[in-house]
């Protein structure tokens, strides 16, 4: 695979979700959980990139993930209730996957193998709130980790705007 546009993705409606739409903008992609210490900041960091950079064709695609400490029990439709009332977000909420392991989405796997852990070089996803940093071409350029403050992963995406 050259680039997510290859992959095949589900929407919170569990219908197929298209990521050639957003060829030609960057993209950051996490997976999130509603229970996790990470949830305010993560959400406030998101929304507050995706707030700033949409009018430029940018967006966040936000995969609800219960893997790491059963922090995300919802279903998709509980799960977007409280992100867009608690968080006020507005970007994309995907159906809840797997981001590690034998039943990970493929596209996280495509993701954790272009972009290794910046502190360990370890290619597993530790805890939610993990961003993934995506070029206009579909490839991933950058990942941060959980409790990356928001002007860090915003520098890296000024540039491919």
């Known amino acids: 695979m050259s680039s997510i546009y290859d992959f095949t993705v589900n929407g919170a409606d569990h219908k197929p979700y298209d990521l050639q739409q957003h060829k030609g903008h960057p993209l950051l992609i996490v997976n999130v959980a509603s229970q996790c210490g990470y949830t305010k900041s993560g959400y406030e960091t998101a929304t507050a990139l995706y707030n700033k950079?949409?009018?430029?064709?940018?967006?966040?695609?936000?995969?609800?993930?219960?893997?790491?400490?059963?922090?995300?029990?919802?279903?998709?439709?509980?799960?977007?209730?409280?992100?867009?009332?608690?968080f006020k977000a507005e970007f994309p909420l995907l159906e809840k996957v797997e981001v590690n392991g034998d039943k990970a989405l493929p596209l996280y796997t495509y993701l954790k193998e272009k972009q290794?852990?910046?502190?360990?070089?370890?290619?597993?996803?530790?805890?939610?709130?993990?961003?993934?940093?995506?070029d206009k071409e579909g490839v991933p350029v950058a990942r941060f980790l959980s409790g990356t403050d928001t002007e860090t992963i915003e520098k890296a995406i000024a540039p491919l705007l």
């Open 116 to 134: 290794h852990d910046p502190k360990t070089d370890a290619v597993d996803i530790k805890w939610n709130f993990n961003f993934f940093l995506v």
């Open 53 to 86: 950079f949409k009018d430029q064709g940018f967006t966040v695609l936000a995969f609800p993930c219960n893997q790491f400490g059963a922090q995300e029990p919802g279903t998709e439709q509980e799960i977007q209730q409280t992100t867009c009332t608690r």
